[in-house]
């Protein structure tokens, strides 16, 4: 007994010092040094750190997969001020749909760079398996309460990878009342994105030119090109209202307004030229409007049963690209003994295509002033299944798993295939695996 | 949808604000509510993480919060 109480003393002070160290770096980051009270071995205080980290997996059958670490730091002072620091690193690789339809022989494809091909076999729905990206991003949030019954909050967001850099800003004021049972909020947010994709901007609906080699001729590509890069900027705008019901429910309504403005285009997706026997002529790259307005409204509830808790929301959302979405999230909750407890999670998604959207263009019929063939816009029906299973360590720290399966599955928006389209899988489905470790300490 | 409904959603939320003064709990009555698992979202981090997936797989994000820009994702 005398050893197991020694190594669970020994694991503990080693939990108080990986904790200690991130404090310190932490501090030392924000160019502080008070907030090393972690050192002590007293019990944790309010006005220490607490920190959350994860590590995610996702992974879809042939194509992307993409590995995430995030950890959030966040230290709530005395005066229930909160600073909170978010790390989050990830790193892609695989496979994307290119917009092309599948035909009965090889199809060979340009990559975006502009350097060098990629082949499709026959039959295949055309994957660009170009796709490698490390992204980091930060965040930083500080929450305090303004005058009484008003808190505000401010943050920044800064998000770079190789070919893409996001800046952001937000702000927000929640109003409590009704002793403290309903709260109003008003949010703001401002995003600046900067794209600078491998080989350029292509020009709407231009040609896909024939790839170039090391000392070739890249005038081809270059005429393709209208820029080196381009850029976007988000507004957003959004009211909230959150009500306690009774002692065992509460629920949230949301009304957001989103202006996105800029380059909306996905340079590195085409569309397929087709003749009237369903055979490819040629690539053309797609063009999206230059403004998206997006708006939704959120509803959610959770209410708590003796031991359970039922969480389930709902958003519809409507863009004037004629995208109409409805979104229904569900999580119970299900303690077990220990305080570890059971999880699962049922989401379901249902989206209209944007009024440009189209698997392929027909040869001879005017090219359209915007056009896409992301299944990504399309119609489309997707369902997440998944069950988290949490434990809280003797050290009082929680640790938690999930594993979720994502299914989207793609739909003719009305588009009739000619010829030997007919017999080509045009909306292929799309099956994720994601799996996730979480710690807190 | 159409425009009627969308804007009766709106309005239905901005009602029930003006109705709840007869909702809610006494300061003493927060014993479920104060649970950290009773929070609107109790697991950020998982949240963050979704967001993230669907924001780069589907047409709609935001909603809860900020849709925002952000990423590159394909």
């Known amino acids: 007994m005398q050893l197991i109480s020694d190594k669970k003393i020994n694991n503990t002070v080693n939990k108080k010092s990986i904790k200690a160290a991130l404090t310190l770096a932490t501090t030392a980051l924000l160019g502080s040094v008070q907030g090393a009270t972690a050192n002590s071995a007293e019990p944790l205080t309010e006005d220490t750190w607490a920190f959350d980290s994860a590590f995610l997996y996702y992974s879809e059958a042939d194509r992307v997969s993409a590995a995430e670490a995030i950890i959030n730091a966040k230290k709530i002072y005395a005066d229930e001020s909160i600073l909170s620091l978010k790390l989050t690193i990830d790193a892609l690789t695989g496979a994307s749909a290119n917009g092309g339809v599948a035909q009965s022989n090889v199809q060979t494809f340009t990559r975006p760079s502009g350097k060098g091909d990629y082949d499709v076999k026959a039959g295949d729905t055309p994957l660009d398996d170009t796709f490698h990206d490390t992204r980091v991003q930060f965040n930083a949030q500080w929450t305090q309460v303004l005058i009484q019954n008003y808190t505000g909050s401010a943050g920044v967001h800064l998000s770079k990878e190789y070919d893409y850099l996001s800046l952001g800003v937000n702000g927000n004021l929640a109003y409590d009342f009704n002793k403290k049972n309903s709260t109003f909020s008003f949010g703001l947010s401002y995003f600046q994105d900067t794209f600078e994709p491998e080989g350029g901007i292509p020009k709407p609906f231009a040609s896909m030119p024939l790839a170039y080699h090391d000392n070739g001729d890249k005038s081809g590509h270059d005429a393709s090109r209208q820029s080196n890069d381009d850029g976007k900027t988000t507004t957003d705008v959004m009211f909230g209202f959150t009500q306690v019901i009774n002692r065992h429910m509460v629920t949230q309504f949301n009304y957001s307004y989103s202006f996105v403005d800029g380059y909306l285009t996905d340079p590195f997706k085409i569309l397929s030229l087709v003749d009237d026997d369903g055979i490819v002529q040629d690539y053309l790259y797609e063009s999206r409007p230059d403004e998206r307005i997006k708006q939704s409204v959120f509803a959610q509830a959770k209410y708590h049963f003796d031991e359970t808790i039922l969480d389930v929301s709902y958003r519809y959302m409507w863009d004037d690209w004629q995208i109409d979405s409805h979104t229904v999230d569900t999580r119970f909750y299900i303690p077990l003994d220990n305080g570890s407890y059971l999880e699962p999670h049922f989401r379901f998604y249902q989206q209209t295509a944007a009024e440009f959207y189209q698997p392929f263009i027909m040869q001879g019929k005017a090219i359209p002033e915007f056009a896409s063939a992301d299944y990504r816009i399309g119609d489309m029906t997707a369902y997440t299944v998944g069950l988290k299973y949490g434990m809280k360590l003797s050290d009082g720290n929680d640790l938690s798993f999930r594993l979720e399966y994502y299914r989207q599955t793609p739909e003719s928006a009305g588009h009739n295939a000619p010829g030997a389209l007919a017999g080509m899988e045009l909306y292929e489905n799309i099956d994720a695996i994601i799996a996730q470790v979480s710690y807190s300490f | ?74």
């Open chain 2, 1 to 74: 949808m159409n425009n009627k409904f969308k804007y009766s959603l709106v309005f239905s939320a901005v009602t029930l604000a003006s109705g709840c003064s007869s909702l809610g709990v006494e300061p003493w009555e927060r014993d479920l509510l104060a649970k950290k698992q009773m929070a609107l979202t109790a697991s950020p981090i998982d949240s963050a993480l979704d967001d993230h997936i669907y924001f780069s797989k589907e047409a709609s994000s935001g909603g809860k919060s900020f849709g925002g820009g952000g990423c590159g994702c394909n």
